[in-house]
């Protein structure tokens, strides 16, 4: 029997998952397994209710005996008093309405509260948003800008993978004015476990997807619109990027290079200095010095967040780049970190394993 | 900063790595980093030294701050009491045999006392051992067969991955005598990391390893002395095999295959029962039940060994899987779980991490 | 546009493809492109009817215009005189039977007419067979061994990948009686691209399938009968073998390991000699001398087999391995070469490209 | 024995690959196996002299008997009317000077003679030109947009990987004015063969390279000034590009995604149909339509650069894609393109195979 003896189980959280087969869920499952402060209550899945977790997830065998079930928001709030949403766009709306007004903490790891204007989903998402009006209470969950908002908030909206990749590197400089708001080109490269664990599709099957590097969704990507939202707010001013996203084959990892013209002279020193001032405290950004570049492998496993800056002297440009797994800060460790926050407790609780090396 | 709060460092082992910039020593490493027994304090590495650690290893950066040094025994005895050798083989005899006079506890992730007689040294490992006498004393380290005398040891050997794969796997049969001691085969299927992060050699480079799958050192690999010297032990004759492994384009992860002649009849009920019997109560090895079988995946990353057995009746011989992580069990989960052992500590302390998935 | 010019089209073979949107079929149609001797006439596929292979297939973009439509046997018959069969196992037979008929020539890819004994497709492939008395007219496609038969043949069986790895390396010892015909264990390891293109199977979705590595269908496999029956003809005896097939982390590629207990003693370079002898004028079986090992990476794209064995001699027993292309000389290349032989072409028309490396 | 029969020597051009045991040079000596109007007829390397190639390269035994030798100009001479040079940055300079003297056709594919100004060899590759004279002569073999030059000329420098990516998308738009010529962002994607075959680091073992992503060489990559310099040709004015390259974990494949803000209103069908027209006669650049978009996948093993585009509207930026084989229109395969051109050969002899797909 694996777990931690002598702990008190009366102070901790009772958390559930829903959708917690799913890649994003399970790590959230993986990641509350060693925490202090809280522990896994419930678990839903649609596709695999009726059975254990550990038999459905071979890693989890032997040691997580969660019984799956069907979620219904009406005897979840029975069963925990904090909510994760990782069952995909649009399928957490009516759940997390009910639950919030039950008084239950809820956090949505897809895009369904990520965005303040309601006509942005028809648009991005193709659906129609039913509860409007908490996309207005709803806090956007980057941890290192929106820290005091999280830690009041009922309902916080993790950032997707890619947008937490680009607004961690350029926010920095964004927010001084140090780059140009025109002409931002993003460019992100995703691993493959980003497409999620269901979606079986040909572009997945591994004859297809090894040795292949390609684009997709080019400036089409619904990644798009809260990256511009929360540049616009941290600008002052409207911003607008040009995002394209590719897949290339990794399982987990995100590699985001953003590039925008500087608006005054600058060197790689003073772009570090930036970066090093904005994130000092933050534990899960590692700004790293002039002459070295952030890996997705040194992040692999873990919800830390390497960024670093060069500057393209020639061009006038600033290339601000960062790695990330995107089911660690880009999504399950994030969450977690903003689980922390909502709830009072240290903001690295359950998540200081490093990386998984090599 | 990372890291627990309100323990009590007094309590902890004071532990030492020596060649801890390799594969195993930095995973014994990222291990330590949450024992709640164990703290490191001393960290060694010849190609390293002078250099900080968490700069060396990109993933440990601005959460590992150990200074590397160069090993001397002398001046190490000062800074440990628990002793882990991941340097490569031959390199750890004489360090080991100074700290165990000076009262340390010793474990060797490499080959060095692993073997009982000293003449297959020069033979499998290409190097006369210089402190025969404390091979005798030393205990091979498979944790869920040599746990008692694990316990009372000062100096245990580590198994090498592919030993422990195949050991796992067959042993509980060759205990009981259902299958027979001649005409066992045993293949392994290992993941690159094996071979060490130090030995760039063109067989390991990207473009050569990706996409090809090869067998190497066919009927000649350093693991079969031990695992002829630990199968003869528990079967109580002398047994042979006839060992070869495989390299596959992945990182992380071992499948050894054993196939031996059923002594008598049997069904695949009847050898899950025997299996999960044999390891009822051995926390890191997990026996699958008849139509699972085991794979690396699952694995990953921890310590977990899944084995199964499948009867071919057609041609009665039974086949025995096992999958662990080659970093994992293979080498570094084995070592802390052994340590845990020879001091007392919850035999999973720091182990309990589940699989990364996926 | 590209082309051979200067060819006189009216003397080439015109051949039919059914199923050519999988992969063996596809690689056909990639061998047939640059066949002096051939010419793709018509291209079947129940999938892609109605549209250009050249735009369901990315790679055949701009130079494969062929419209692909729904197989019919009696259409088919008055547009190609040679059929290859890549649809699946329990598919081709009936299309088959209409053709041969007809007087055309065939080719199955899949299994349909590999076992002799029509009791075993329901034991092995949960089919009926319903055109038994073409099993017996059918010749096995093992290019090497069955050459004389091949040719006079006008339904061809083409082997399964995993049977032409083990036969290859296996039948030469066996026909001169120098292993024992029990106890014979094979081992295969596989490139996913074997699973097929169609089958899009959670274990095959790019992030569980790599870094991973796992054996299915132990001592269950449907190459199995095909193995001891071509093995029980060349060595004029019944022979049973312990099959074990395992998935590894590639696209193509597939690594065969032989184990047999020897008859008699015998060096590596006796084995080799063997080897070698047996092979000389094999265009496509490379024989490696004794301390090289076959490769997969070797082999890629190509219609190679490589071969070499190896003495255990503290075992007594031989070791045998092979790597090919599973959908080179593992289906498609094998199938041309098939079609070569059957039609009185040079063996290697249309195979003659290296291998693609790295 | 594999070979085309029936085919007369004497009327083939003798070619000599210098440096043919690295990756693009045994590519040259792959694709000229099957060229029918040259020959191989000396092969090259200083690491290999002595050897024979078919053993060095597992991938070409049995089939290429060439003996390996040191390369000496003069000798040479002797040797071959057609010079490809393999052998890495500043090594071909001389000897290409000496073979140009004796009246030699000479072709590199590295980049000493890519650049036309000579002060940025020492900037961008460290080291200084010995014969700044030929770099005026010297062709910059783009094919498709050279053509005439490069038929015509005794000394073609092949573009490099990432510039010919670049390139081929780009060069169509800037030439009709309709993306501005300043804030262009190019990302490439390589596959790791790109960083050769001997230099065996640290970053491209297995374990480091599987399951990272990276940029490297951030705004400082050699590439850079040819891009410039092409580019600034196109256009008609000075073109400066901000460029990052990144290591994927693939063996071959570049992708390349270039941004850059159109100058006037514009559609996906106008971009295609610009391209499509630029391309009309360009056997190996294949333009996708709207809707589709370039992978490495689909152009594997062959001389196609798939290239399409995108309108951002929202951003008014054009995005241009292109996926090519590194060392396929990369490298290897763009250098026997040329060699066709400079010889008066169909410029697709030798190059018609399609991709290897999976």
């Not at 009922?154 to 001084?176: D, H, I, S």
Request: charged share 20%; aromatic share 8%.
């Amino acid at each position: 029997m694996i777990g931690r003896t002598g702990e008190s189980a009366q102070a901790k959280l009772s958390v559930a998952v829903v959708g917690c087969t799913g890649y994003s869920g399970a790590e959230v499952v993986r990641l509350l397994f060693n925490h202090q402060r809280a522990v896994l209550s419930a678990a839903y899945s649609s596709s695999g209710a009726g059975q254990v977790l550990g038999l459905v997830l071979g890693s989890m065998r032997n040691i997580e005996f969660s019984k799956l079930e069907e979620f219904e928001p009406a005897r979840a709030a029975e069963k925990a008093d904090f909510f994760f949403f990782a069952g995909g766009h649009g399928r957490a709306m009516s759940g997390v309405a009910q639950l919030i007004e039950r008084g239950k903490k809820c956090l949505d790891i897809g895009a369904d509260f990520r965005l303040k204007d309601p006509r942005q989903y028809p648009e991005w998402y193709k659906f129609d948003h039913t509860v409007p009006a908490l996309l207005e209470e709803a806090v956007y969950g980057l941890s290192e800008w929106n820290r005091a908002e999280i830690k009041k908030a009922r309902l916080v909206a993790n950032p997707g993978c890619y947008a937490t990749g680009a607004l961690l590197a350029l926010c920095p400089f964004l927010e001084k004015h140090l780059v140009a708001t025109e002409g931002i080109v993003v460019n992100g490269m995703s691993g493959i476990s980003g497409a999620g664990r269901t979606a079986l599709e040909l572009a997945y099957h591994f004859p297809e997807a090894s040795e292949n590097i390609r684009a997709y969704r080019v400036a089409q990507h619904q990644h798009t619109p809260e990256m511009e939202q929360e540049l616009s707010k941290v600008a002052g001013e409207a911003v607008k990027v040009s995002f394209v996203p590719h897949v290339v084959p990794a399982s987990r990892g995100l590699l985001t290079t953003v590039s925008a013209r500087l608006t005054e002279t600058m060197n790689d020193d003073d772009a570090f200095d930036l970066l090093y001032g904005r994130y000092s405290g933050a534990t899960f950004v590692r700004v790293l010095p002039p002459g070295n570049l952030p890996e997705t492998k040194n992040v692999r496993g873990s919800n830390f967040c390497d960024v670093a800056a060069k500057v393209d002297g020639r061009t006038q440009r600033l290339l601000m780049i960062s790695a990330l797994d995107n089911l660690g800060k880009g999504a399950a460790g994030q969450a977690v970190q903003n689980m922390n926050l909502m709830s009072g407790f240290d903001e690295a609780e359950g998540l200081w394993t490093p990386p998984l090396y090599p």
